[in-house]
């Protein structure tokens, strides 16, 4: 089973509207972590956002904020006021604990394209 | 710091033939470890090592071997080179510690071709 799933393949938005990443995950561990990554055409990774297992408030990083709901066990990314410059590829990681080693496992990732 | 090095940054490989992806890093982390990523498939584990001299299997080990003589190096091995092989390999490196969230710090990627 996928320990990441990313449902959305391709997402579109209009410049300056928000939008809504999806992100679900399978874990038993009780202490874990949440990455978002964004990758755009250069090629180059980016980390974007965290969240901890632990974390009773939702992280926020400048127009990026993690919507952490745990008992569905979803991490959705959300970006406010979308640019042209967001339009990348967007990838859900998690690292567990001991029994993931802590080397985070990534989702396939959702192609965002923003129009003007 | 350069952060995490990758060389070479494009290679092209024929069925068979044996090469090194070097990856070094100046951030003198603990964790280091290999992913591909190929169209639709996101980023697979190939191999990781949590400090030098000890390297563990990821998702998608086979045809690769690794080793960890210091912090900062992280050589990756293709043995004998095969088509399915042919992906972007990317090298990633974290910091281990009080306060730590284990977030990978990437290198720039190596573009393999395998005909």
């Known amino acids: 089973a996928q320990k990441i799933t990313q449902t959305q393949p391709g997402m579109f938005v209009q410049e300056k509207e928000a939008v809504t990443l999806d992100c679900t995950y399978d874990?038993?561990?009780?202490?874990?972590?949440l990455f978002w990554y964004k990758q755009p055409s250069s090629g180059e990774m980016i980390f974007l956002i965290y969240q901890g297992s632990y974390d009773e408030q939702n992280a926020t990083e400048g127009r990026y904020s993690l919507n952490f709901q745990k008992a569905r066990k979803s991490a959705n990314l959300v970006i406010s006021a979308s640019q042209l410059g967001d339009s990348a590829m967007y990838f859900c990681?998690?690292?567990?604990?001991?029994?993931?080693?802590?080397?985070?496992?990534f989702g396939r990732g959702t192609s965002l394209i923003v129009h003007p | 710091n350069a952060g995490v090095t990758q060389t070479p940054k494009f290679q092209v490989l024929k069925t068979g033939q044996s090469m090194t992806l070097q990856c070094a890093q100046d951030?003198?982390?603990?964790?280091m470890s290999w992913y591909r990523q190929d169209p639709g498939m996101g980023l697979r584990l190939i191999h990781y090592?949590?400090?030098?001299?000890?390297?563990d299997q990821g998702e998608v080990p086979n045809g690769y071997n690794v080793s960890r003589s210091t912090t900062e190096d992280f050589p990756l091995r293709l043995l004998s080179a095969a088509p399915s092989q042919t992906s972007v390999y990317f090298c990633a490196s974290s910091y281990v510690g009080t306060g730590a969230h284990y977030e990978q710090y990437f290198g720039p990627g190596t573009r393999l071709t395998v005909t």
């Open positions: 090592s949590v400090g030098a001299g000890i390297t």
């Open positions: 951030m003198n982390h603990e964790y």
């Open positions: 990681a998690m690292r567990e604990g001991q029994a993931g080693s802590y080397i985070p496992t």
């Open positions: 874990t038993s561990d009780q202490s874990y972590g």
